[in-house]
């Protein structure tokens, strides 16, 4: 009898698993269902461990843990205020990102009633209340808290601004389902977002599981730990960095490309690298992540066509306009559709170069030439991710694809766009059996283990 694992991924569409033998350090296979949350969750986690038992041909297996993540019912969904856009609006949408949130909108400054009625309509399953340092502007957080206690807004919302105005915040929600924090941001120019990311999490796992269904799989499993962003981070995190017992990869930069969002993660320090670079705005996370809402496979393909073009794509799929035109309209009327002829693999590598390439450059710093009384200066904004040489790519759309190296590029340095400071990559890393999630889960427990599998499944190119 051997020590067997159990990971699960409860996504929107596909309950996804796989099995890991604990014992000899490697991944016995993966499957996948049709997620059921709104019926009973377990029927969609029963038959994917059923089929992946088929497929294992291990059909009496005992797991002795089984961990979960999850971004079912379209994933934890949170919105958030904070004061100036660049700086605690900032922080506070970086504390959800970092926390493996969908943000859907962060307001700058004092909100209004219209505000009030699209975060009502919006129906956000967390919002994160910010603004002010410690013992600055008071006011705009004060002003937010109390339209916010009047609203009809049910969920919970967590206060993490000016320290000076939480208690009054407080007060003024004091009907609401109220959580108070640290302050995302408690000097000018100085983030503080962990003590804000553990307790969205916190509300996460004894909260959100259950208003999304989920609880009804609490007695087959050992626990949902987090949302599925997170494992992603977690992974990412583990496979650059190692363990004390084992190296990692080194610094990283990594493309998900989904049907409706593209998300980018970088774990490296990014800072200037020449004395002549001046930084501007907030320091950025050693591990990072962005998601680029309108850009997807499916669902996002008017966002890749404003992005790019029309005729871009067509001159990417190397397929007349008309022709291109006819199967983009074919994947927007059919989210589902996967490619099933040479031209439409044409077009699914096309839109997929074009999510790369945008994510990559909105997730990228920018360093542009300025003029000082000493003579030529560049400012940089974001992270410089010219050094790093490790791409990771995962999604359906580039880790099916027969061109996955070819994509590469449009994630990378170009000399013809030196202000975008996306990473000179040398190696390619891809998820082509989907574990990446799994594997963040399982590094909660068993990060060695964790990393040897993953240096040892995805798979290695040269670009």
Known sequence: MGTYGLLIDFGSTYTKVTAVDLDNEKLLGTASAFTTAKTDITQGLEEAVSKLKESIKKPDIKFKHQFACSSAAG??????????????????????????????????????????????????????????????????????????????????????????????????????????????????GELNILPTQEKIREIFLDRIIKAKGLSKATGLISGILMPTPSAMMKAMELLAKGTEKENGIGELFAVDVGGATTDVYSVGNGEPKELNVVYKGLPEPYV??????????????????EASSMERLRTLADLSEEKTKEIINRFKNRKDSIPKDEEEEKIDYAIACVAVETAAKRHAGTIEETYTPCGIAFLQEGKDLRTI???????????????????????????????????????????????????????????????????????????
């Open 75 to 188: 994933g934890l969904r949170m919105m958030a205020s904070g004061l100036v856009p660049e700086l605690t609006a900032e922080a506070a949408g970086r504390a959800c990102l970092g926390a493996g949130a969908k943000l859907i909108k962060v307001y700058s400054y004092e909100m209004n009633e219209d505000d009030i009625e699209e975060i009502e309509e919006t129906n956000p399953e967390i919002f994160l209340l910010a603004g002010g340092t410690d013992g600055g502007n008071s006011q705009c957080i004060l002003h937010n808290a109390k339209l916010l206690g009047t609203s009809k807004l049910n969920c919970p919302i967590i206060i993490a601004g000016n320290r000076t105005a939480a208690r009054k915040c407080e007060r003024l929600l004091k009907n609401k389902n109220v959580f108070v924090t640290e302050n995302v941001m408690p000097k000018f």
């Open 288 to 305: 990072k992540r962005t998601v680029e809402g309108d850009i997807g496979m499916r669902y996002g393909i008017d966002g890749i066509i």
């Open 389 to 463: 040489e490790q791409l990771i790519f995962t999604g359906g759309a580039l880790i099916n694809s027969k061109n996955t190296d070819k994509m590469s590029k449009f994630a990378c340095f170009n000399k013809t766009e030196q202000s975008s400071l996306r990473p000179k990559c040398t190696h390619l890393w891809v998820d082509r059996k989907y574990i990446l999630a799994a594997m963040g889960v399982l590094s909660e427990h068993y990060p060695d283990i964790a990393l040897r599998i993953m240096k040892k499944e995805l798979v290695h190119y040269g670009i």
